[in-house]
């Protein structure tokens, strides 16, 4: 389990989304910043309360651990661009949820770009190296 060192939530209405980036206590990160290099997508993503699951493969799952949930790191400015995004798309389309992983430093390790399709309710997960 990687531990999340500091939180930043950043609403991002040109992304269609809102932007989460981790900052990650430099253990062994390597193997994450090998998965981002080698993965263009992965095989699911979840975040709930102070946990983030992250698994490209059943080779690479990855663990992650936030002093608190989540969402306790939205102030209202998140919470109002994220209405106001769902009202501009008229709910037809749920705007993203961007996850950057950082270490310690700053480095970009990579970004995950979640959310669900109103259609099918099928997870979109998208993995970027650059972002």
């Not at 999340?4 to 206590?25: A, C, D, Q, T, W």
């Not at 995950?112 to 399709?117: E, G, L, R, T, V």
């Amino acid at each position: 389990m990687v531990k999340v060192k500091k939180v930043e939530v950043i609403p991002s209405k040109e992304r269609f989304g809102i932007v989460h980036k981790l900052f990650l206590e430099d253990e062994n990160l390597q193997p994450l910043k090998e998965a981002f290099n080698k993965f263009s997508s992965a095989q699911s993503f979840e975040a709930e309360g102070n946990r983030i699951e992250l698994v490209f493969n059943n080779q690479n799952r990855f663990l992650f651990e936030l002093e608190r949930p989540l969402e306790d790191f939205y102030n209202d400015e998140v919470h109002q661009v994220w209405k106001s995004m769902v009202a501009d798309a008229m709910g037809m389309e749920e705007p993203f949820r961007f996850y950057s992983f950082y270490t310690s430093e700053g480095e970009h390790l990579g970004t995950i770009a979640f959310k669900q399709d109103c259609e099918t309710f099928h997870p979109i997960i998208l993995v970027y190296k650059k972002f």
